[in-house]
Structures are given as C-alpha cells and as structure tokens.
C-alpha cells in the first residue's frame, strides 16, 4: 500500500501550480449503470466506484478463476469414467481381432468398452492439493478487498482534492472582488488627487494576478472533478452534471493535538487489513505446495475397472436346417456259446441320423452377448529415479515458502512505515495549520493597516500589493494544511478500523 500512500499523498499536497494531471489508474468504460441524481456525497461516490471500476471487476475475475481452480482440483479425487466405441474395415490377409485367426478377406469389426479409474493413494498429494487450492482462493478474496480498499481512499483522496480545489476558487474569487473594490477607492482617490496614479496601475496589475489565480485555480477544480469522474467510471450523461456535497469539516485546531498510540494501531491494522491476510494464507499455501511436491515420493495406487465387446463380419456360426442324413451300417451276431465263435452278418442294417448345419455369419447382437467381457486392475507405481524431478520440485517449493514469507514481512514493515508516515504527516499538518493560521491573523491585520495607509497616500501600490500578496499565500497555505490534517486523520482511521468518511 505504501505506493498508493504517496500517491494519495502528492494530491494534497498539490498547489494551484501544482496541479495533477496523470490519468488514474481506471479509464472509463463504456455502459455502466445509471447513477444517481443529485449532489454526490463521499459514501455515495465510493460506492459507486465500488459497483464500476474496472480494476475491482478484474480482481474479482481473478478470485472467480481462483474458486474455479479449487473446484476442479475437489473433482480430481472422484473416479474417472469413459466409453470407446470404434469400427474398421481390414482388407487382405489379417487377423481378426476377435477369433484371432488369419483370414484372407474383408473384415469389418467394431470395438465397444467401458472404463473407470480411481486413484486409491499418492501421497496425499490430491487432498494438499485442495487445501493449497482454498487457501489461494481465500488470498484472493483478500484481494478483492485490497482493491476495494485502495480505490476507496484514492476517491476520498480525490474527493477532498476537489473540495480543497473549489475552496480555493472560492478565496480566489474573494481577492478579485477586493481587488475591484481597491480599484473603484483608487480611482476615486486619484480623482481626489490624494494618490498618483501609479497607485491605480498597481491595483490593476494585482487584480489581474487575482484573475490569473482564479483561472488557475478554476482549472485545478476541473481537473480535479475530471479526475473523480474517471476514477469513478461515470457514464458522459452523469458527467456532465457531476456535483459534489461540500462537507463542513472543522478545522484542525478545534481540536486537541493529535496523539496515538502507533503501536496499538499497527495491531489493529494487522488484524484487519485484507493484505495481511492475504500475505499469511499464501504463506500457508506455500507450506502446502512442499508437501505436494513431497508427495511424488511416495507410491501411487490406482484401480480400475472395465467393459468390453465387440463384432467381426468374419465371424460365423453353424445354423441347424432341419434336416438330417442318416449312415447306414450292417449288423453282425454271434453265438456266445460256442467258444471262437466269430461274428456273422445278418440281413439287418442300422442307420445313424445327422442333422445337417448351415454356416452363417454370427448375427451382431449376438456377438456382442457372446463377446463381453470384464475387466479388474490394481495398479500401483513406485518411483525410483525420474531425473530428480521430485527432488528439484521440492526444493522450488521450499524456496516459494521463503518468498512468500518475505513478501508477508515486507508486506508488515510496509504496514507500520505507513502509520508512522501517516502518524506524521497529520501532527505536522495540524502544527502546520495552527501556525498558518497565527500567520493570516497577523498578515490579515498588516493587511488592513497597509490598506489605510494605501488609501491615504502614504504606501506606494508595489508594497500593497506585496502585502496583499502575502496574505493570500498563507490563507492557501493555511487551507492546504487543513485538506491534509483531514486526509491524513482519515487514512489513520482507516488504518484503526473505521469507515471512510467525511
């Protein structure tokens, strides 16, 4: 966040001379809702901001992938299931692929199976997975509101530079009303012939500064509101009419100096800031990826299962006719009483019946029937030596934790620097304010007396105008310090836990 304090820093700290002219971050887009009529308060411009800057959108997208990647990785751990069906035609001499024969013909076959696989263990590495997964997924919802945060306090950052803007159109105009006023003195003084006329051309040249400051300041307010506008991504119909709310906001001195206890803040901060959070759970993730690459150790078992079938033209089946053919054979006898009979043939003769068969091709849903067969399998594969990929792996993932512990480190030091710097820079504002305020009231009052020693003759135009001069610096002065007091008081709340606002 520490480049977005500066940034937010350089805006308020921005004179008339001064003023910014960098595009922020988000270009407008080009159909967004409808915004609502009126006077733009601060709660209303941040959450608009919030529902249309593209940056946001973008860094949600990104946590969406991020719970997409955790739902996919949730579903490795389900079995995989798929069916295959084929159909070839085999010409010549080949074998079939069902009986497994020669056969010099065409053959036409199809091949149908079901399979499935579950992985039963390796090392963990699917469940480390899913818990790596979540833990990215919840770092970048983190994200989303780190983004959310940082587009909040540059429209409040932005917000306040266009208040402190029209404010100083409004001084500026006060001093060309003056400067009219001295003119319209001056012009009857030297009628009167109490001043020379020098006196008049140096009212006029200082009215002219006055102008000049006030076109000055008029284009930083434009440019101010050009630069809210885009930051909140507003369509040209509400462009056009942008108003703001000026707030009243009290001045630094009506309050006590600012005092806090920095590192009590640090503590809350730590404990709420969405950037922290984020920092630690990639920590954690990072922790996990080495027990995933940890997990290539170890053996993998899986088990399967399947089904299959299939069909040949080429094979045939015996089909019975009806019909049958009978072999005819004689008959012989003998006499079992008389020792070394011999057997005799006699008139009879015997016949033996065989049906007759027609050879067919095996119908197909029958070969499927006949053909299915299934399949159980236990696989388990145990590395030894893979080109110490596991063990280089395991040291990358190592070497992510350290990274990402010194990102979550320098993502605190970062953290407290920025109270700090924020802790300064208000005490330094509301001092700064007080003594430009003691500063006005007395230039207010030297400015009064050179006025009426002008009037009388008695002060040349050249050391009027210098103390006019004067005064207009420290009231400017005097108002940027109180902007910044604001600014700053509020980035320390923001930083203690509280909302936004003015």
């Known amino acids: 966040m520490k480049h977005l304090y500066w940034l937010l820093s350089a805006g308020l700290l921005a004179t008339p001379a001064m003023a910014q002219t960098t595009s922020p971050a988000q270009p407008p887009a080009g159909s967004v809702p409808a915004a609502p009529a009126g006077a733009w308060t601060l709660q209303r411009a941040v959450d608009y901001a919030l529902q249309n800057n593209l940056n946001v959108r973008q860094t949600q997208l990104s946590a969406d992938l991020n719970e997409a990647t955790l739902r996919q990785s949730r579903a490795a751990l389900l079995p995989t299931a798929g069916a295959n069906a084929s159909q070839s035609w085999n010409f010549g001499t080949s074998l079939d692929p069902l009986t497994n024969e020669f056969i010099t013909q065409t053959i036409r076959s ?23 997964n979540a833990l990215t997924l919840e770092a970048g919802r983190q994200d989303v509101d780190k983004a959310r945060n940082d587009l909040a306090l540059n429209v409040a950052s932005q917000y306040l530079q266009l208040v402190l803007a029209e404010e100083l159109v409004r001084a500026n105009q006060v001093r060309v009303n003056s400067a009219e006023q001295q003119i319209e003195r001056t012009r009857k003084l030297l009628r009167a012939g109490a001043v020379a006329e020098s006196n008049l051309l140096d009212a006029q040249a200082q009215q002219a500064s ?52 920095l590192d009590e803040t640090y503590r809350t901060a730590e404990s709420t800031l969405p950037e922290v959070k984020a920092a630690d759970q990639r920590v954690r993730a990072s922790n996990l990826g080495v027990d995933v690459a940890r997990g290539a150790y170890y053996p993998r078992l899986t088990f399967s299962a399947g089904i299959f079938t299939g069909y040949s033209s080429a094979r045939s089946s015996f089909i019975p006719t009806g019909e049958v053919d009978y072999n005819y054979a004689p008959v012989f006898i003998y006499d079992p009483t008389v020792p070394g009979s011999v057997p005799v043939p006699t008139q009879f003769v015997t016949g033996v019946a065989q049906p007759r068969f027609d050879v067919k091709p095996t119908a197909f849903s029958n070969q499927i029937k006949d053909n299915l067969g299934k399949q159980l399998q236990f696989n388990l594969n145990v590395p030894i030596l893979n080109g110490f990929q596991a063990r280089i792996n395991m040291q990358r993932a190592q070497v992510s934790v350290q990274q990402a512990q010194l990102r979550a480190d320098q993502t605190r030091l970062t953290l407290r620097q920025n109270i700090q710097q924020a802790y300064a820079d208000a005490r330094a504002a509301q001092r700064r304010y007080v003594a430009a305020k003691r500063q006005v009231e007395a230039l207010t009052t030297a400015y009064r007396n050179a006025e009426i020693r002008f009037n009388n003759g008695l002060l040349n135009g050249t050391e009027f105008n210098i103390s006019k001069n004067n005064l207009t610096a420290a009231e400017s002065s005097m108002i940027q310090a109180k902007y910044e ?11 203690q836990g509280g909302p936004i606002s003015l």
């Open 210 to 261: 006055d102008q000049t400051n006030v076109i000055t300041a008029e284009n930083q307010r434009d440019i101010a509101r050009l630069q809210l506008i885009q930051l909140m991504n507003l369509s040209g119909a509400e462009a056009e009419n942008f108003q703001i709310d000026v707030p009243q906001l009290p001045d630094p001195d009506d309050e006590a100096e600012l005092t806090l206890n």
């Open 485 to 495: 007091f604001i600014f700053r008081r509020k980035v320390l709340d923001f930083y």
């Open 110 to 132: 199809n091949n149908f199976s079901l399979s499935s696989q579950v992985t039963l263990f390796s090392g963990f590495q699917l469940r480390n997975t899913i818990k790596q």
